[in-house]
């Protein structure tokens, strides 16, 4: 058969909210199927900048882009170093073009563009949410078609994936994204920003049965959308109306917190593994759910909704906490997957604050 396997260099850059973030991936192919080979991460830097914002209680734009700016270069410079490669080496620089801050977009596009503009590098602008739901591809063995379960502080959706830049969102937030909600609640319990990891955290020593809330949508069947709001002014008024909790009850309402959380995502999963097979019908049908966006680091969540969709044929497909959360692998993997397909972009592509999948 010949298989002719050619790697692929590529530098990743991603700057779209407070992570700056740069790496670079050697990935390769035979000529004839995909390798899913583990990709080789040869450097891999992300720089958070989560002390800056802490005392706004969440990310000011103006303090991320000029952030991303002052240290995007020496992370550039350093992961060339790391990989112990120079721009020449390269084979492509992939970019996040959106969604996001447009601040901190613009910064990184524009050290990509110059970048590529001064070494005659192919450039490719990536969608910041597909960079998320791909990025399993990198690690394992994940083929079309799948679910994604998106969750991340802007977005709440779920989506088919039928091939590489082929999405249908079949479900999404009717108002606050999952995210948003438990930063939100974890404010009130005055838990600190950003609020999953620490209601997380605190819910390890809880007890899920002193407290009980809502699960907008549940009873629905039609459709897989999501509401959190009544759920997150639910919470807040329990906080403000048991004020002030004790550090003991704090743990017993984030345990019940998130294990709502929870059992809200497996019943909208229910309704959308039936609207998946119904959509693709085919027997063959590959069973995965890929999990993916900044919720998807909370192991809670994840084993809950694993041990759900098993007893339906289904696995989690879940990248681990480092690139579930912003990473700069995601966007030089999404780089790659396109770079295969012959999908370069023009040094004039437009950044976007808003971009859908
Ligand atoms: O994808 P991400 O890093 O950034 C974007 O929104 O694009 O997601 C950040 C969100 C925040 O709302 C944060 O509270 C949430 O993901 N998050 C978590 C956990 N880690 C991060 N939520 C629940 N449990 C976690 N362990
Ligand atoms: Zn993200």
């Known amino acids: 058969m010949g298989i002719k396997t050619m790697a692929k260099i590529i530098m990743g850059i991603e700057s779209s909210c407070d992570d700056t973030g740069v790496a670079i991936i050697r990935a390769t192919e035979s000529s004839n199927t995909i390798d899913y080979n583990p990709v080789d991460i040869m450097a891999n830097m992300l720089l958070s900048q989560l002390e800056l914002h802490k005392k706004y209680g969440g990310v000011m734009p103006e303090v991320a882009s000029r952030a991303h700016l002052d240290i995007m270069p020496f992370l550039i410079r350093e992961a060339l170093s790391q990989a112990k490669l120079q721009v020449a080496d ?6 996040t073009a959106g969604p996001g801050l447009i601040g901190g977009i613009v910064v990184g596009s524009t050290m990509a563009k110059s970048i590529a503009a001064a070494s005659g590098k192919s450039i490719i602008a990536i969608n910041h949410l597909e960079a998320h739901a791909l990025v399993i591809r990198a690690l394992q063995r994940c083929e079309f078609p799948f679910l994604i379960l998106l969750v991340s502080g802007g977005h709440c959706q779920i989506l088919i994936a039928k091939e590489i830049g082929a999405y249908e969102v079949i479900g999404r937030t009717i108002d606050d994204s999952i995210g948003e909600c438990f930063d939100k609640v974890a404010r009130a319990l005055g ?12 819910a390890k020593n809880g007890e899920k049965g002193r ?3 809502p699960k907008p949508l549940c009873n629905n069947h039609e459709h897989c959308n999501f509401s959190l709001s009544g759920l997150k002014t639910a919470a807040i008024r329990t ?3 048991n004020a002030p909790l004790s550090y003991d009850v704090i743990n ?9 959380i929870a059992e809200i995502i497996t019943n909208r999963l229910d309704v959308a593994i039936k609207m998946y097979e119904t ?3 085919d027997a063959t049908l590959n069973r995965n759910i890929v999990i993916c966006g900044g919720v998807a680091s909370n192991e809670y969540i994840k084993n809950t909704i694993s041990k759900h969709i098993q007893g339906k044929g289904f696995t989690l497909c879940a990248p681990p906490p480092e690139f579930s959360t912003d990473n700069a692998v995601m966007i030089a993997w999404a780089g790659w997957e396109k770079l295969r397909l012959g999908e370069v972009s023009g040094l004039d592509f437009e950044p976007r604050s808003r971009w859908d999948m």
């Open 191 to 202: 838990l600190g920003y950003p609020g999953g990891p620490q209601i997380e955290l605190r």
């Open 90 to 95: 390269l084979d492509a620089i992939a970019v």
């Open 252 to 260: 017993d309402f984030c345990a019940a917190f998130q294990d709502t």
């Open 211 to 213: 407290f009980s809330f």
């Open 239 to 241: 906080i403000q109306q």
């Open 279 to 281: 959509s693709i019908n």
